[in-house]
């Protein structure tokens, strides 16, 4: 079975400092890892894919096999980072369905 | 940018009702999905649906569930007989190759009184 953890459902961290937010993974197979962010009464948008190895917003993440995890961080977090973010895992080849973790909830304190 | 639109944003519905979501998926994607979420709790996978047919279903799709794509456009849920638990957001997603990430939709609220 999968399974996706994120054991924080609240996270609040001041303007210019790091951000992490955690996730751990559980999948027999080849995981694909996303996180999706949730802004202010928008839709879930895909954030980052752990493939692309792409740096979305200031933010990177990248997959640890070893520990199961795909923590999602930022150097420097900005008030506009404030959300809500999910992490999601896709099985099989791609992402023929997504299983998602509960969320962080992201506040920034200015 | 594309997206994909979800009809109508709140439906209040009777315990024993009908009920049918309505999805627009992006006009050249050819995987669609239904996930939900009860308020508090996470996005749980409902069913996912290609080349006409369902692809994968959960545990949560039971006999009371259905999906139908009646024309180029459309992709529905149908939830036959409302239970108050099926109270939720309901989230449309689509993407055209399984391999690339899902665009979702805003989302319907279900509520079930």
């Known amino acids: 079975a999968q399974r996706v953890t994120q054991p924080e459902k609240l996270l609040s961290v001041f303007k210019g400092a790091p951000v992490e937010l955690k996730c751990n993974y559980s999948y027999s197979g080849s995981p694909e890892l996303f996180w999706y962010v949730q802004y202010s009464r928008q839709r879930l948008q895909l954030l980052l894919r752990h493939i692309s190895r792409e740096s979305i917003k200031g933010f990177t993440a990248d997959l640890n096999k070893g520990e199961t995890s795909f923590h999602l961080k930022k150097p420097f977090a900005q008030e506009e980072d404030s959300a809500m973010y999910y992490c999601?895992?896709?099985?099989?080849?791609?992402?023929?369905?997504?299983?998602f973790g509960t969320g962080t909830r992201l506040t920034i304190i200015p | 940018e594309p997206e994909v639109t979800q009809t109508p944003s709140h439906q209040v519905t009777q315990m024993g009702q009908e009920v049918i979501l309505r999805c627009v998926p992006i006009?050249?994607?050819?995987?669609f999905y239904w996930y939900r979420q009860i308020l508090g709790q996470k996005v749980e996978f409902l069913v996912s649906f290609y080349n006409n047919e369902i692809s994968e279903k959960s545990e949560i799709f039971d006999d009371q569930f259905s999906v139908e794509r009646p024309d180029g456009s459309n992709f529905t849920l149908k939830i036959r007989s409302t239970k108050l638990e099926d109270s939720a957001m309901y989230f449309c997603?689509?993407?055209?190759?399984?391999?690339?990430?899902?665009?979702f939709g805003d989302g319907t609220r279900l509520s079930i009184l």
């Open positions: 997603a689509s993407t055209w190759d399984s391999n690339q990430p899902q665009h």
């Open positions: 999601a895992l896709g099985t099989n080849f791609g992402n023929e369905k997504l299983t």
């Open positions: 006009s050249n994607h050819l995987y």
